[in-house]
């Protein structure tokens, strides 16, 4: 998301990025953001709190105690290490009360000098490391609120995850069991996930791909007479290892139960993220293909491209 103010041109234009999961607006919850300054002679890069919301409801002085309260909070749950390069003072060159604001919720920041950007790379790790520790905010932001209920006044519109298992007890008789059974279940699916497979399947579509979401199986996708099952696993904290093993189980799962000889589809494991060549190779030697999205598109594995599934973006 991006703004450059409504109705008034701001000062400080910004580029956001936004968790689903946790907000789908800059007026509250936990994002990333770049703010330039208002002379222009910086860029900074935060991770930070929506204010607005805060400041209608209590006021500016009132809002900047709480913003600077549970950024604090939320600085002590991030290990030392992984913010510790980024301390910078947000100078936004603007006395205007948003402006002084966005500092009250500051977690973290990097400072850059527009007349002398660091490197390409440089920049882009930067920004990889914010949106890793943005990831850390919201898990130690949903932990706190389950220990400490009120010790954010935030709003986030993260699901529960802590909701009942609906499959607790699930134990077919029959594939024909299996199939009444659990088409019939509501499985929870986070925002983030949604999105991928929405972004991916009309990726997909453009390139001439029949794209189908038939519950519980996250995509379906058929070219002329391949039909291809996908599953979709969001990778939290560089945890691939975990995405990885979910998508042979479900994989498996689906195919053995939902789609019998001889219609044996072809299977897709895809990741919001790298899982890394290692796991990519093991993938394949299950013939379980792998897509993953990058900063540049979707990147597919050798044996997703050899099905197809290719120059996707």
Known sequence: SSGGGKGVVTPTPWV???????????RHGIYVVYLLSADKEKLVLILGQGVSELIDKYG??????????????????????????????VDLRSKGALQRSYSAGTICCRSYDTAHFPSTREMQEDLDSFLYLYQLAIDAKQRLLLTEPGVFETSSSTRTNHASNPLLGFKPKSSEDYRS?????????????????????????????????????????????????VEAKIIY??????????????????????????????????????IGDDFVEFLASLSIASVWWTHDGWK????????GIKEIR
């Open 16 to 26: 956001a990025y936004m968790n689903p999961d946790e907000t789908s607006s800059a």
């Open 300 to 307: 597919s594995s050798p044996l997703a491209e050899a099905w």
């Open 237 to 274: 904290k560089g945890d691939a290892m975990t995405a990885v093993r979910g998508v042979v189980g479900q994989l498996l799962d689906y195919r053995y139960h939902l789609y019998p000889e001889p219609e044996q589809p072809y299977l897709v494991g895809l990741f919001s993220e790298s």
């Open 181 to 229: 059974t659990l088409v019939g279940k509501v499985l929870v699916k986070s925002r983030r996930h949604e999105l991928l497979v929405k972004n991916f399947g009309q990726s997909c579509q453009a390139k001439g791909f029949e794209a189908f979401t038939p519950h519980p199986v996250d995509l379906v996708l058929r070219l002329v007479s391949k039909l291809i099952l």
């Open 60 to 89: 500016v002085k009132d809002a900047r105690a709480k913003l600077t309260g549970e950024a604090l909070r939320l600085r002590e749950e991030l290990a030392p290490e992984n913010i510790a390069r980024y301390s910078d003072p």
